[in-house]
């Protein structure tokens, strides 16, 4: 391949890089891993006779699908072995790194609450919701993608909506609901304040805490309001050298350091005027693309 040749393939790739990563994203729940997929698929892209591509865009949404799955196949047996639940890795995007989010499906298909239940889905229904539902592919196309039929496909988001429903209602509010509850939930936090924490908490509520074993988090999720109040009450009462608030995967976030650096990626879920899910990341590895 020519000089000219290598720089005219990543022109074109780069011309589709937002979308392909927010796609990337969506599908593995980790930057990391889906900046690895483009390159992958940047190999696949020069190698192929690009004459013979009527639709890059089609072609790399293809590529870079199949190598995601891939990836979710492989890493399914390593999370058998993952110290503590998994969540997916805390993305600033304001400015958004996978393109305009002016859709609500793509908004809301980033939200970390989403893409943690999608971790319980199959590869390939986790791959038709999020083409089919973000990105609004029809199922002739994706079936094109899969191998698969349109008919087998209807049927794959079929049931992935069915599941990704039995847990909307625990992450229904809007955003400046969002952002009352976030800013609530963390003042009481740090004061200790129990009583305005019982208020805010949904008494079914659950926290996750993703520490990878590296630095200090639950085991397993907390389940319920009296349980997740203590320990909230434990890690923000004891005065964290800061707060940072930003938008985190499209939604309301905080970073919140504690006084021996460690640093935690704070979101919500929140329904019906209470905090249903907490979701806090600490693990380091999950954490360069956020600012200092």
Known sequence: MTTTDAVAAAGALDAHRPMLLGLAYRLLGSRHDAEDVLQEAYLRWV?????????????????????????????????????????????PTEPSPFGPLD??????????????????????????YVLHTAFDLPYTEIAEILDRSPADCRQLHHRAEARVH????????????QERLLDAFLAAAREGDLATLTGLVARDAIAWTDGGGRVKAARNPIIGAERVIRFAAGVYGRRPVRTRWLELNGQPGALVEKSDGTVYALTLAVSEGRITDLYMVGNPAKMPGLPD
């Open 166 to 177: 039995q847990d909307r209602r625990r992450f229904t509010a809007d955003r400046a609901e």
């Open 103 to 128: 859709r609500a499906e793509l908004r809301d298909s980033l939200a970390t609450a989403l893409l943690h239940v999608l971790e319980r889905l199959s590869p390939p229904e986790r791959a038709v």
């Open 47 to 91: 190698a192929v006779d690009r004459t013979s591509v009527a639709e890059p865009r089609r072609y790399l949404s293809r590529v870079v699908t199949r190598l995601a799955l891939d990836r979710l196949r492989a890493r399914q047996a390593a999370r058998e072995t993952y110290v503590g639940p998994w969540l997916p890795e805390p993305v």
